[in-house]
């Protein structure tokens, strides 16, 4: 199985902040991660497929980049409805596997 | 618009089988290229994938599972399925199913969730 690594665990951010999320993946996936976003009590939802698409009805303030092994997620100006765990996701090889997640919390 | 929802029995007892069943709207599994997969969530913790069904009736399967899972489907309902066999205390957890598409390989749409406990 790919083993995705996600970082880093927990973060805080104050309001406006740019923050940075990274997943490391055990092997190439040719662009082939997702980003998810799970709210307290709630079911994960679509940030970003391909690394770098942006789902529709996603704000623009989220974006994806990478390559190879390495991809990040960016959010540029944190807000308050973007507290959250975030998880990382590759569909290169099955299973598609997760990262560990990210909790996001507003400082 | 596409939606999702899972059922299930809620508690169940160690040593019997999880019937879950994902009733969805706004697309057809029998449309090309349309998936849905499911997908679990232990407590606090993170998500572990199941299995997924196609609309050719491809499936696939988590080898860490693969001889307790099986999924199927009811094209004419909307309605995909997965039985989890022989189940402990570890496979309590909130399971969901999700859409995905072969173009995007990412599961854009989710249910909400349905929790299953095992307990003595």
């Known amino acids: 199985d790919i083993q995705m690594t996600q970082s880093p665990a927990s973060l805080s951010a104050s309001l406006g902040e740019t923050v940075s999320i990274e997943c490391l993946a055990s092997?190439?996936?040719?662009?082939?991660l997702a980003w998810y976003q799970q709210k307290s009590g709630k079911s994960p939802q679509l940030l970003i497929y391909?690394?770098?698409r942006l789902q529709d009805g996603v704000p623009s303030r989220f974006s994806g980049s990478g390559s190879g092994t390495r991809y990040s997620l960016k959010i540029s100006g944190m807000q308050p409805e973007d507290e959250a765990d975030y998880f990382c996701?590759?569909?290169?090889?099955?299973?598609?596997?997760f990262g560990s997640g990210t909790k996001l919390e507003i400082k | 618009q596409v939606t999702l929802k899972e059922s299930g029995p809620g508690i169940l007892q160690p040593s019997q089988t999880l019937s879950l069943t994902c009733t969805f709207s706004?697309?057809?599994?029998?449309?090309?290229?349309?998936?849905v997969g499911w997908i679990r969530q232990p407590s606090g913790k993170g998500l572990e994938w199941l299995a997924n069904?196609?609309?050719?009736?491809?499936?696939y399967y988590n080898p860490s599972l693969k001889n307790r899972l099986t999924i199927s489907k009811d094209t004419s309902n909307n309605q995909a399925f997965l039985k989890i066999t022989n189940v402990d205390t570890a496979d309590t957890a909130t399971y969901y199913c999700?859409?995905?598409?072969?173009?995007?390989?990412?599961?854009?749409?989710w249910g909400q969730g349905v929790m299953v406990t095992v307990s003595s």
């Open positions: 999700a859409r995905m598409v072969l173009i995007t390989t990412s599961f854009d749409y």
């Open positions: 092997e190439g996936i040719s662009n082939d």
């Open positions: 996701q590759q569909s290169y090889k099955y299973p598609p596997t």
């Open positions: 391909a690394a770098s």
């Open positions: 069904i196609w609309w050719d009736d491809d499936k």
């Open positions: 706004g697309f057809s599994l029998s449309t090309y290229g349309m998936g």
